[in-house]
């Protein structure tokens, strides 16, 4: 694998960590090219991350490049890229993520830009970390989705690259202080599938999320 997925590994947990998304130790952080995954060592200090503390393991876990041994969620990370065929995988303690783990359910679809992430996002059961169990639930929460909230323990986004999974993970967190803030005010309404779709249909028809050029000014004929 590259030298750049590795780099591209440790840029991703230092801009994780800018943002207050990563703190010491706690998280990790992948991203598939072919047959090789570059994954977080354990125990590294993840807002300073650097290269060569970025493990290279094949699909089946065995460490190909690299002197740390990977994440204990390694289960997690590869069982994300056999079942979702993702590209990137990104598993934080964020704070409000978090905080919302400890009492929700399911984080309700009460603004459109959730439906980034898949809509309203399940929490997975709480099991030990590192452990199968763990793995199988969160897995399980993320059919349909590209995010998940982990009981009392954080929150997991994947996407096709590590651009969009570190994006995901920023906009999951948005949508936890969202959903916290309007929670104190009242009562949050939630978007009805119907408004779901309709986003979802004018999304597609307008382009959202990508820019457009002007078209150029057409001179009135005389």
Same mark, same amino acid.
């Given at each position: 694998?590259?030298? !750049?997925?590795?780099?591209?590994?440790?840029?991703?947990?230092?801009?994780?960590?800018?943002?207050?998304?990563?703190?010491?130790?706690?998280?990790?952080?992948?991203?598939?090219?072919?047959?090789?995954?570059?994954?977080?060592?354990?125990?590294?200090?993840?807002?300073?991350?650097? @290269?060569?503390?970025?493990?290279? $393991? %094949?699909?089946?876990?065995?460490? $190909?490049?690299?002197?740390? !041994?990977?994440?204990?969620?390694?289960?997690?990370?590869?069982?994300?890229?056999?079942?979702?065929?993702?590209?990137? $995988?990104?598993?934080?303690?964020?704070?409000?993520?978090?905080?919302?783990?400890?009492?929700? %359910?399911?984080?309700?679809?009460?603004?459109?830009?959730?439906?980034?992430?898949?809509?309203?996002?399940?929490?997975?059961? #709480?099991?030990?970390?590192?452990?199968?169990?763990?793995?199988?639930?969160?897995?399980?929460?993320?059919?349909?989705?590209?995010?998940?909230?982990?009981?009392?323990?954080?929150?997991?986004?994947?996407? @096709?690259?590590?651009?969009?999974?570190?994006?995901?993970?920023?906009?999951?967190?948005?949508?936890?202080?969202?959903? !916290?803030?309007?929670?104190?005010?009242?009562? @949050? !309404?939630?978007?009805?599938?119907?408004?779901?779709?309709?986003?979802?249909?004018?999304?597609?028809?307008?382009? #959202?999320?990508?820019?457009?050029?002007?078209? @150029?000014?057409?001179?009135?004929?005389?």
């Amino acid at each position: 694998m590259p030298d !750049r997925e590795r780099a591209a590994v440790a840029g991703a947990c230092r801009r994780l960590g800018a943002e207050g998304l990563l703190v010491g130790t706690a998280g990790n952080v992948s991203v598939r090219a072919g047959d090789r995954v570059a994954i977080t060592a354990t125990g590294a200090v993840l807002a300073q991350l650097t @290269p060569d503390q970025v493990t290279v $393991v %094949d699909l089946d876990g065995t460490v $190909v490049a690299g002197t740390l !041994r990977p994440t204990s969620e390694l289960g997690l990370h590869l069982g994300v890229y056999r079942r979702y065929g993702a590209g990137a $995988v990104v598993h934080t303690h964020a704070p409000l993520a978090t905080a919302l783990s400890c009492v929700l %359910d399911e984080l309700p679809c009460i603004h459109y830009q959730l439906l980034t992430l898949g809509g309203a996002v399940r929490v997975a059961p #709480y099991a030990t970390f590192g452990t199968p169990e763990l793995a199988e639930s969160v897995l399980s929460a993320l059919e349909g989705r590209s995010a998940a909230l982990m009981a009392n323990h954080g929150a997991l986004t994947h996407a @096709p690259t590590l651009d969009e999974a570190v994006d995901h993970a920023l906009l999951l967190e948005w949508a936890c202080r969202l959903y !916290r803030d309007a929670v104190a005010l009242g009562t @949050p !309404r939630v978007l009805d599938a119907r408004q779901q779709l309709d986003v979802i249909e004018a999304a597609a028809a307008r382009g #959202y999320g990508t820019t457009h050029p002007v078209p @150029p000014v057409q001179e009135e004929s005389r």
